[in-house]
């Protein structure tokens, strides 16, 4: 069974870093792409950043710039970097896998089929 445990979160004062990182078990698949998705309470999940099989990347407008998506193939690892963070950077972190997508769906949380359980990351001003 496919599993996604993700770590990293905390509280943090805006303008600080983090790190995320999600450790995938069990994904064997050649094609993939893999997400960072984040839901604030009374809000919808968004996506925020993902790569795929190939290291084509996709971020939300909002965090570009600030946020880099990485993976470690070797370790089965998907990192979030997330620096010059803010308020409403704060959100329960979730990380993905699903099938190869286009670009233009990456961020689509409806086309992935694997999740973790989440990394709370907390940010005040």
């Known amino acids: 069974q496919v599993q996604l445990v993700e770590s990293g979160g905390g509280s943090v004062q805006a303008g600080e870093s983090l790190r995320l990182s999600c450790v995938v078990s069990?994904?064997?698949?050649?094609?993939?792409?893999m997400g960072w998705f984040r839901q604030a309470p009374g809000k919808e999940r968004e996506g925020v950043a993902a790569i795929d099989s190939d290291g084509v990347t996709a971020y939300a407008n909002s965090v570009k710039g600030r946020f880099t998506v990485s993976q470690d193939n070797a370790e089965s690892i998907l990192y979030l970097q997330m620096n010059s963070l803010k308020p409403e950077d704060t959100a329960m972190y979730s990380c993905?896998?699903?099938?190869?997508?286009?670009?233009?769906?990456?961020?689509?949380?409806?086309?992935?089929?694997?999740w973790g359980q989440g990394t709370q990351v907390s940010v005040s001003s």
């Open positions: 069990r994904y064997t698949y050649r094609y993939y792409s």
């Open positions: 993905a896998a699903g099938p190869l997508q286009l670009r233009s769906r990456m961020l689509d949380p409806g086309d992935y089929n694997y």
